[in-house]
């Protein structure tokens, strides 16, 4: 089935640096979301997109649907301990279903 | 708002069991709601879409008959798998969306670990 393309896997980080993940696809999105999930619990939605070009921000993070409705990519701030996590893109395709495409996810390790 | 709960949060059954898993949406309606299963380290995988009054719509590869799905009011879909065998086991997850909003946001439940010994 359609696959979203998140990018890196997981990533290793110093409290207080920033961290970039993205998304690709080869469709085209009607809707770009951004969920975090912790251990043993269901994912929490962080950031919602709707828009070509949409920048939106959410405290420290930031989320943008690229211009291409292909792509998105989110951002955190300034990390502290407690943004560890898995973080996993979702988007509706164009002309499709209510149904959501998942990322693989990016789990997320921040050193004290 | 948009908070969505499942219960039980875990639950151990035996082969050849059956089991029910509730998903309710607390503070909105709920037409359509999504059951996923996810295995360890793994993303979410969908099952099925439960349509509130009538039948769910389930992905390829997913028995409808193993995995029974009734979405009988607005606030309410139940996931039982019946006749349960080990390989089952899983953390099984849904989400709703607000029909309100007439967004494509899915808000998740909290999940049910679900071990079949």
């Known amino acids: 089935g359609q696959q979203l393309n998140q990018s890196p896997q997981s990533m290793f980080i110093q409290e207080g640096e920033d961290v970039s993940m993205n998304c690709t696809s080869s469709s085209i999105f009607n809707t770009w979301l951004w969920y975090k999930q912790d251990p043993g619990e269901g994912p929490v939605l962080l950031i919602a997109?709707?828009?070509?070009?949409e920048l939106t921000s959410n405290g420290r993070l930031t989320a943008q649907f690229g211009i291409t409705r292909k792509d998105s990519f989110l951002n955190i701030s300034a990390s502290i301990p407690s943004d560890v996590g898995i973080y996993f893109c979702?988007?509706?395709?164009?002309?499709?279903?209510?149904?959501?495409?998942f990322g693989k996810g990016t789990k997320l390790t921040v050193n004290p | 708002g948009a908070v969505v709960s499942q219960h039980p949060s875990r639950v151990i059954c035996k082969s050849g069991t059956s089991v029910k898993i509730e998903c309710r949406s607390l503070d909105f309606q709920a037409t359509t709601m999504f059951w996923y299963r996810q295995f360890p380290k793994q993303s979410l995988m969908l099952m099925a879409t439960s349509n509130e009054g009538s039948k769910a719509t389930y992905e390829q590869g997913v028995e409808k008959d193993k995995f029974l799905i009734n979405h009988a009011s607005l606030t309410l879909s139940t996931l039982t798998v019946t006749s349960a065998h080990p390989e089952d086991s899983s953390f099984y997850i849904c989400?709703?969306?607000?029909?309100?909003?007439?967004?494509?946001?899915?808000?998740f439940g909290p999940g049910t670990r679900l071990t079949v010994t």
């Open positions: 989400s709703a969306r607000d029909e309100q909003r007439l967004k494509d946001e899915q808000y």
């Open positions: 997109l709707y828009k070509a070009g």
């Open positions: 979702a988007g509706s395709l164009q002309g499709g279903s209510e149904k959501l495409v």
